[in-house]
């Protein structure tokens, strides 16, 4: 009998290893990729149209071949034809991939595993080094520890966010497409980015807060981080004390048009002394999971119509 025992709390324990853990986090939203779009999403979408027959460039743009391959595949699986790759797209796109497969998909998931700071070569086969890299991803988000790529395992791969050692988008991931981080602001170096009331504004890095309210900003933070300060206007309210400091990713407070605003918004700005920073290209970077540039190294002009 306690053999018995002993082997079902063997094959137990084994199960729940495969399973992954009980407490996995929901999966992220997939991304919307659109006309115009750029980033990382989109030469996955390009990869995986390549596996279903698409003769297109996977260069992470969409113009008119793409979004052409885009409506072509969505017609083919009886899906309305708008050229978006959204959930249901996706959904149909992706492929289940396991040890030994070769082709487009495996190349489209490999860049997504090295955006997610895995070493493998993006070469189509999958190999052992894939293998790894896909087991460690599983694990860390507590996925079944295989290396199947199946549908929920792309949806961490392309909608999650690499973890940036010391640094965090200042929204959601879901809240705006990659575009909106390198759009320019309307009149001097600072970005827009447009959102509901009511979204959660996050620390971009670690640092001290300090909280504004004028006629201005509205309701504000200035989080000040070896001599940089990145400034945060229009919340609807504040989630942080005066002082307090604060990590990456730590809720700051939430948007709204507070202050000199024609509608909902988080204004961001990024200062060194008197001097404003252009903060896109280090929006960017956390948004596609590299390490971001120095702030002083950032333009001081040139990010406003």
Not at 222 to 239: E, K, M, Q, T
Not at 241 to 267: E, F
Request: charged share 10%; with cysteine.
């Amino acid at each position: 009998m306690a053999r018995l025992l002993a082997l079902v709390a063997t094959v137990v324990a084994m199960v729940m290893v495969g399973m992954g853990t009980a407490n996995a986090a929901p999966a992220p939203a997939w991304p919307l990729v659109g006309a115009d779009a750029t980033g990382p999403e989109v030469t996955s979408a390009q990869y995986l149209l390549r596996q279903h027959g698409a003769q297109i460039e996977a260069d992470g743009i969409v113009g008119p071949k793409t979004q052409a391959a885009v409506k072509a595949f969505q017609t083919g699986r009886g899906l309305p034809a708008d050229g978006i790759v959204g959930p249901l797209t996706w959904a149909k796109l992706v492929v289940d991939l396991d040890s030994g497969a070769r082709g487009e998909a495996v190349t489209g998931a490999q860049h997504q595993l090295v955006r997610h700071g895995f070493a493998v070569t993006p070469d189509g086969v999958f190999g052992a080094s894939t293998v790894t890299a896909v087991t460690g991803f599983k694990s860390k988000h507590g996925l079944p520890a295989t290396s199947l790529i199946d549908a929920v395992t792309w949806q961490w791969l392309i909608g999650g966010t690499p973890t940036i050692e010391g640094w965090a988008l200042p929204l959601p991931r879901n809240a705006l497409p990659r575009g909106e981080y390198d759009d320019p602001h309307h009149d001097y170096p600072a970005i827009d980015l447009p959102v509901g009331t009511g979204t959660k504004a996050f620390a971009v890095t670690a640092g001290t807060a300090a909280l504004v309210n004028d006629s201005s900003c509205g309701k504000g933070v200035v989080l000040s981080a070896n001599g940089v300060r990145y400034i945060y206007c229009h919340l609807s309210r504040h989630a942080v004390a005066s002082g307090a400091a604060v990590r990456p990713g730590q809720l700051l407070g939430y948007t709204g048009s507070t202050g000199n605003s024609t509608g909902p918004h988080l204004h961001f700005g990024i200062k060194i002394g008197a001097t404003s920073h252009c903060p896109q290209r280090l929006l960017l970077a956390i948004y596609d999971g590299v390490a971001p540039p120095a702030p002083a190294t950032l333009p001081t002009s040139g990010c406003s119509y």
